[in-house]
């Protein structure tokens, strides 16, 4: 039983590190950010928003968490012929918006 524990332990200790699990408050504080800073204005995800820039509603099975955390940082420095406006966001709010996006498949 302790051999299962320690190998369940190294597995999730092992998705953490590689951010393939995100706790539910990131993906809640990810959600209340996308509504809050308005991403909604210009991207759908379901029947929430708008359709001028993409459907974001499987964008987490398209692009991994470092993906989007760059993405949310700097459209421009990842793709400079982009229509995505830099936003203004704190790191927190970068990293629950990123753990929000890469929960949407």
């Not at 320690?6 to 590190?17: N, Q, W, Y």
């Amino acid at each position: 039983m302790k051999t299962i524990l320690i190998g369940l332990g190294a597995v999730l200790v092992s998705a953490l590190v590689l951010g393939c699990v995100h706790s539910t408050t990131m993906v809640q504080q990810g959600t209340e950010t996308f509504v809050a800073e308005g991403c909604h204005g210009c991207h759908t995800v379901g029947k929430l928003g708008t359709p001028i820039g993409p459907d974001l509603s499987h964008v987490g099975a398209r692009y991994d968490n470092d993906y989007l955390v760059r993405w949310l940082r700097d459209p421009m420095s990842v793709r400079p012929a982009a229509h995505m406006p830099q936003l203004e966001l704190s790191e927190v709010q970068i990293a629950a918006l990123a753990a929000y996006l890469s929960s949407l498949r």
